[in-house]
């Protein structure tokens, strides 16, 4: 079983910060990429960040310089810093894992989801 969890969504004004904190657990053969999705009101869920296993790192465009995506591999978690919030940030934000389960190590890469966090930036 795999299970895969967000935490650390709230209510921030304008220019404000949160870290939000994902936690997986799982038997997993490999483990390839870590991210960071996020769907708005009335809009399809679009990726933000990603870290895959040899750690390089992409952010969308509009979150270069504000966000920051790390992971600490012994507890299995992954961050995601988020400073100068801005109202367009406002979203449910998913915590993606790529990776496989040792008892499906024979097939594809799969992906897993958290259940979302909300984060909200307004005045």
């Known amino acids: 079983q795999v299970q895969v969890a967000e935490s650390g969504g709230g209510l921030v004004q304008p220019g404000g910060s949160l870290r939000l904190s994902c936690t997986f657990s799982?038997?997993?053969?490999?483990?390839?990429?870590l991210g960071w999705y996020r769907q708005a009101p009335g809009e399809q869920r679009e990726w933000v960040a990603s870290?895959?296993?040899?750690?390089?790192?992409n952010y969308l465009d509009s979150v270069k310089g504000r966000f920051t995506i790390s992971r600490d591999r012994a507890k299995n978690l992954m961050y995601l810093e988020m400073n100068s919030l801005k109202p367009e940030d406002t979203a449910v934000y998913y915590c993606?894992?790529?990776?496989?389960?040792?008892?499906?190590?024979?097939?594809?890469?799969?992906?897993?989801w958290g259940q979302g966090t909300q984060v909200t930036v307004s005045s």
């Open positions: 993606n894992i790529q990776a496989r389960e040792y008892e499906r190590r024979g097939h594809g890469i799969q992906f897993y």
């Open positions: 799982g038997n997993f053969f490999s483990v390839n990429v």
């Open positions: 870290l895959d296993s040899s750690g390089e790192i």
